[in-house]
């Protein structure tokens, strides 16, 4: 049997050349279909910013009065505020439930 002992670098540059083949056979379908696709621009944050914050986005359709939102209302209240901005997206209106206003 034939092992190699790979680096991580080694396992950067097959994971980086494997992501930029899955996004160039992306944009080919995108093309295909006749879609215009444009790149995503991300928000930048200074360098020198000692006091930026990770941002943490959960998105969900149970943030109602919902079996799943009351095992995540545990999660949510453990997340660290003071290292993470945290921000839920809902996908259903409000049902101004206390389960969501506790969300």
Do not use: C
Request: net charge positive.
């Amino acid at each position: 049997m034939f092992m190699i002992d790979w680096t991580m670098d080694d396992k950067l540059l097959i994971s980086n050349k494997w992501a930029e083949n899955e996004k160039k056979k992306a944009y080919l379908q995108i093309k295909q279909q006749g879609l215009v696709f444009q790149s995503f621009m991300h928000q930048l944050i200074p360098i020198n910013s000692l006091f930026h914050k990770i941002r943490i986005g959960y998105i969900s359709y149970d943030f109602a009065d919902h079996p799943l939102a009351h095992l995540l209302n545990s999660l949510f209240k453990l997340n660290d505020r003071q290292h993470f901005h945290i921000v839920g997206f809902s996908l259903r209106p409000d049902d101004n439930s206390q389960w969501r206003k506790n969300i």
